[in-house]
């Protein structure tokens, strides 16, 4: 009989229990526990199997789950005896930031202090421990009492909150006579909310305090593992832990521990009688590479598709992918032509660092690329080590079709619908309704200019640049299916700005040229319009389009003019 799908479920516990679909990463506790690193950070990207394996490793450890072998039967870690004697022997401080998602630094360090009173709780048994003295019974209750009634004024005891886990660690030590082991999940969930709403500086500081005298100077901590889908620069919050292995997705370790590989998957298809699915799985699925190991499926969508047997996009709706998007739509023009450039199925050579340092993310080259990585929206093809500066150039592309689509869905949605219809700009566009663009163009630059803003307040010169790469790219994923759309290419004797060639013959070409107003050499935005046009005409940028046969009456100009928010086209 099959397992039965269970969708959304992050408990192992629960997984084997009711014996629903479950693939075994039981090796991954073998592999972990004989590596014997002190503090392990693993980063994947969301929905890759970090909380399941996290709640496996508590089931597994903690002695909450004394005698619990029914969890374990059956999967390859109960092969080994050493093991099966280890099974719900350690002390284990089990806590995740998963929820903590808020808008300004008090909240943020609240939810933090809501996650270690849930521990707290959970171990409410050491309060009536022969192991600890009146005095350390009193201490719990300090503890505990504060964490679950904090003050009402939201005026947090960063000293008390930033000890608890130490202070708890010790309990359980002397408790048990044994170190314990701590995991973490989504670590980098705050830090994430933290950097997006603008309070990174003071969190960060909170939580180098809290992750110093929990992972560096306690010495009742045997092991701990963390996970997350980022590795955060060091210098930020880890620069105090000596002590720390960073796993990241080009790591070798633990490459098929998390996610699931093709001959996981495709067993999987062959058992539900979907094995004439593959190739179409493959397509849609396949394409994540940890370390060396390619072929690596989320398996959020491969469980999702086990479940309802219908391709979709699964994985990359999810999350809002907010900060993705506003990096891309606020940055600068080569930004936007390198996202042309993997839309177009190309890929990209880029010198990064796997480190996120999320306040150098708007002016790093590269760092926007080691988020990219890291979320799992590109895959590194290969890395170079470049010995003469110590940096690492990586091959990088759209992870697979599913992503490609997630990448087309957040361009689509820079222009919102609530405008004049951008569909029917389309229209217009390939139509030469000059009417309808310029009412269009309007709209939209009154209503849109600010959010391809970095918010340093670029001047009239660069506004329109920023903006039209934007449109550009709003461009390329409406009219992918009738046009190959390139921008800033070599074309004559210049650089056209966007040239729009169709796929079918019986189409017209489009080249377009966007200048703004220059009020010392020219009187109106008409006349802006006819040097954008002159300039197509003396730069002889029809060259490429005339190359690839398209004949010249088939060639449209369009001269777009810009002053401040106003817009004129002309052809």
């Known amino acids: 009989m099959l397992a039965k799908i269970s969708i ?36 994947r990207p969301r929905r890759f199997g970090k909380t399941l394996n996290l709640s496996m490793m508590e089931c597994f450890f903690s002695t909450t789950f004394s005698q619990r072998e029914d969890l374990f039967e059956g999967l390859s870690i109960w092969n080994e005896q050493k093991y099966r004697k ?12 998963a929820g903590i ?17 849930d521990v707290y709780e959970s171990h409410k048994y050491l309060k009536n421990s022969d192991a600890l003295s009146k005095e350390e019974k009193a201490d719990y209750d300090v503890f505990q009492n504060y964490l679950n009634n904090p003050d009402p004024d939201k005026n947090i005891n960063t000293p008390l909150v930033t000890s608890a886990l130490k202070k708890l660690a010790m309990y359980l030590n002397r408790h048990y006579g044994k170190k314990v082991l701590i995991f973490l999940d989504e670590y980098d969930t705050p830090l994430q909310e933290a950097y997006v709403y603008g309070y990174w ?22 092991r701990a593992l963390l996970t ?9 919050i880890f620069s105090d832990l000596n002590n720390l292995e960073v796993i990241t997705t080009t790591s070798e370790k633990y490459c098929t521990s998390f996610g699931f590989t093709e001959k996981e998957v495709f067993q999987a298809l062959d058992e539900r009688g979907l094995s004439g699915e593959k190739e179409n799985v493959k397509f849609w699925y396949d394409g994540f590479i940890f370390g ?25 709706d999810t999350s809002s992918n907010a900060l993705v998007s506003n990096l891309f739509r606020q940055g600068d023009s080569e930004l936007k032509m390198q996202v042309e450039d993997l839309l177009d199925g190309k890929s990209l050579e880029v010198i990064l660092d796997e480190q996120i340092i999320f306040d150098q993310l708007e002016s790093t080259p590269g760092a926007v690329f080691s988020l990219l990585m890291a979320s799992g929206y590109l895959k590194p093809l290969n890395r170079q080590f470049l010995t003469d500066s110590g940096e690492s150039k990586y091959q990088l592309e759209i992870t697979n079709y599913e992503t490609l689509l997630m990448f087309r869905r957040m361009i689509s949605g820079w222009f919102p619908a609530n405008l004049t219809s951008y569909g029917n700009f389309k229209k217009a566009l390939v139509q030469g ?5 310029n009412r269009f163009m309007n709209d939209v630059a009154k209503t849109m200019f600010s959010t391809f803003d970095t918010g340093n307040k670029p001047s009239e010169a660069v506004e329109p640049e920023r903006f039209y ?38 189409d017209d070409a489009i080249v377009m040229e966007f200048k703004v107003h220059d009020k010392d050499d020219e009187g109106s935005l008409e006349e802006t319009v006819a040097n954008a046009l002159r300039q197509i005409e003396e730069k002889a940028y029809d060259t490429e389009l005339l190359a690839r046969n398209i004949p010249k009456e088939r060639i449209r100009h369009y001269g777009f003019a810009f002053k401040g928010k106003n817009v004129l086209i002309g052809q």
């Open 8 to 43: 959304g479920n992050q408990s192992f516990e629960y997984a084997r229990q009711e014996k629903v679909f479950y693939i075994d990463k039981t090796e991954f506790i073998k592999e972990w526990w004989e590596c014997t690193d002190v503090v392990t950070l693993i980063t």
């Open 86 to 97: 280890m099974q719900g022997t350690w002390p284990v401080i089990s806590l995740t930031f």
């Open 101 to 117: 998602k808020s808008t300004n630094f008090q909240n943020a360090k609240s939810g933090i202090v809501g996650a270690i009173a």
């Open 201 to 222: 500086k003071e969190f960060v500081q909170f939580i180098r305090e809290l992750f110093n005298n929990t992972f560096k100077t306690n010495k009742y901590l045997y």
């Open 228 to 236: 997350g889908i980022t590795r955060v620069s060091k210098e930020s």
């Open 292 to 316: 060396n190991q390619g072929d690596i499926y989320n398996p959020w969508s491969i469980t999702k598709y086990l479940d309802s047997e219908e391709l979709g996009m699964y994985w990359a």
């Open 433 to 437: 309704d000059l009417k309808y663009m």
């Open 469 to 506: 790469h934007g449109f550009v790219l709003g461009l390329i994923v409406d009219l992918a299916g009738k046009y190959h759309v390139r921008s800033n290419r070599e074309s004559g004797f210049g650089r056209y700005d966007v040239i729009m060639e169709p796929k079918d013959v019986s």
